[in-house]
């Protein structure tokens, strides 16, 4: 009971080159991910609901990365690359479960931006500790039962040939070995799409829209603090749910398993390794905390 994950290419020179590409993206994600969490817990400056949600981020960059990445370096390097069904199952499920989380979590961060730019005087009440604790555990309880908990109700039948077209167990490769008919699990794949890519993508850009109004009414001298606090936030958002829409709200008849594989290959392991980038590059206080913790080293 074993499924052949087909991946990219079958010329081993191929393979050694994408597994150096590889591997140098995923010592970066963690080394990326790490630090930024290392730096937001050492560091009391960073101790506020903003970086809180930013440390849960990195976490989930790196459960995914690594969900996904070391499976794949393995693979590059076997002659028959292939995972159990029921490793297959894990995988797949820690994917929906991390990446519908991660979708809300970016949410949430929206949320907590519009509070601190729109609602100054509120925020410290409404975004008090407490709360930011609660709001992640709904969070990811959320993330299981939303995105989890309906494929194990309805679960795949897998046909043979087993060979899947991909590189990880993701649900729209494995919906074309499916032994039944797949109408159901097509409306529940459009479901967790549109509870998990949609309505956060609306909410988000809802609550942007009301930051952007806000800040134009701020004084020139304090607009570019208020611009700083927020891009970071946006880039990310337009990578992961850029990549993920084209994916899972693209034409049917644009999709095919190569275009999967590559749009997988963004949103799944790239993502994760360039978030850290984008916040550290673009976020003073990221960068001073950093500072301080390397000189006590």
Same mark, same amino acid.
């Given at each position: 009971?074993?499924?052949? #994950?087909? %991946?990219?290419?079958? /010329?081993?020179?191929?393979?050694?080159?994408?597994?150096?590409?590889?591997?140098?993206?995923?010592?970066?994600?963690?080394? %990326?991910?790490?630090?930024?969490?290392?730096?937001?817990?050492?560091?009391?400056?960073?101790?506020?609901?903003?970086?809180?949600?930013?440390?849960?981020?990195?976490?989930?960059?790196?459960?995914?990365?690594?969900? +996904?990445? =070391?499976?794949?370096?393995? /693979?590059?390097?076997?002659?028959?690359?292939?995972?159990?069904? &029921?490793?297959?199952?894990?995988?797949?499920?820690?994917?929906?479960?991390?990446? %519908?989380?991660?979708?809300?979590?970016?949410?949430?961060?929206?949320? /907590?931006?519009?509070?601190?730019?729109?609602?100054? @005087?509120?925020?410290? +009440?409404?975004?008090?500790?407490?709360?930011?604790?609660?709001?992640?555990?709904?969070?990811?309880?959320?993330?299981?039962?939303?995105?989890?908990?309906?494929?194990? @109700?309805?679960?795949?039948?897998?046909?043979?040939?087993?060979?899947?077209?991909?590189?990880?167990?993701?649900?729209? *490769?494995?919906?074309?070995?499916?032994?039944?008919?797949?109408?159901?699990?097509?409306?529940?794949?459009?479901?967790?799409?549109?509870?998990?890519?949609?309505?956060?993508?609306?909410?988000?850009?809802?609550?942007?829209?009301?930051?952007?109004?806000?800040?134009?009414?701020?004084?020139?001298?304090?607009?570019?603090? *208020?611009?700083?606090?927020?891009?970071?936030?946006?880039?990310?958002? &337009?990578?992961?749910?850029?990549?993920?829409?084209?994916?899972?709200? &693209?034409?049917?008849?644009?999709?095919?398993?190569?275009?999967?594989?590559?749009?997988?290959?963004?949103? &799944?392991?790239?993502?994760?390794?360039?978030? =850290?980038?984008?916040?550290? #590059?673009?976020?003073?206080?990221?960068?001073?905390?950093?500072?301080?913790?390397?000189?006590?080293?």
């Amino acid at each position: 009971m074993e499924v052949i #994950l087909m %991946g990219f290419s079958r /010329d081993i020179k191929t393979n050694i080159a994408l597994f150096l590409i590889f591997l140098l993206v995923y010592v970066i994600t963690c080394v %990326g991910n790490c630090i930024i969490i290392c730096v937001i817990i050492f560091s009391s400056q960073l101790h506020v609901p903003m970086y809180f949600f930013l440390c849960i981020l990195s976490f989930l960059d790196l459960s995914y990365s690594t969900t +996904v990445t =070391p499976k794949l370096l393995s /693979d590059l390097l076997s002659t028959v690359p292939e995972i159990s069904i &029921g490793a297959c199952a894990i995988q797949l499920y820690l994917i929906l479960l991390l990446g %519908g989380t991660e979708c809300l979590l970016l949410t949430l961060m929206a949320y /907590d931006r519009y509070l601190a730019i729109c609602r100054p @005087l509120h925020y410290p +009440v409404l975004m008090k500790w407490r709360t930011c604790y609660w709001l992640a555990v709904i969070m990811g309880l959320l993330g299981f039962i939303m995105f989890v908990l309906p494929s194990l @109700l309805m679960p795949l039948p897998i046909c043979y040939p087993n060979q899947l077209n991909h590189f990880m167990c993701e649900v729209l *490769a494995l919906l074309k070995l499916a032994c039944v008919k797949t109408y159901l699990r097509e409306l529940l794949i459009f479901y967790m799409s549109f509870m998990s890519l949609l309505i956060p993508f609306i909410f988000i850009l809802i609550s942007y829209t009301c930051i952007l109004a806000s800040v134009l009414k701020i004084r020139t001298t304090g607009r570019s603090k *208020a611009f700083s606090t927020c891009t970071s936030h946006i880039a990310v958002v &337009g990578l992961f749910f850029g990549t993920g829409m084209t994916m899972y709200f &693209g034409p049917p008849s644009m999709y095919s398993s190569n275009r999967e594989k590559y749009i997988s290959v963004f949103y &799944g392991i790239l993502t994760p390794m360039l978030n =850290p980038i984008i916040y550290s #590059l673009n976020n003073r206080d990221v960068k001073v905390s950093l500072k301080k913790v390397l000189s006590k080293i």
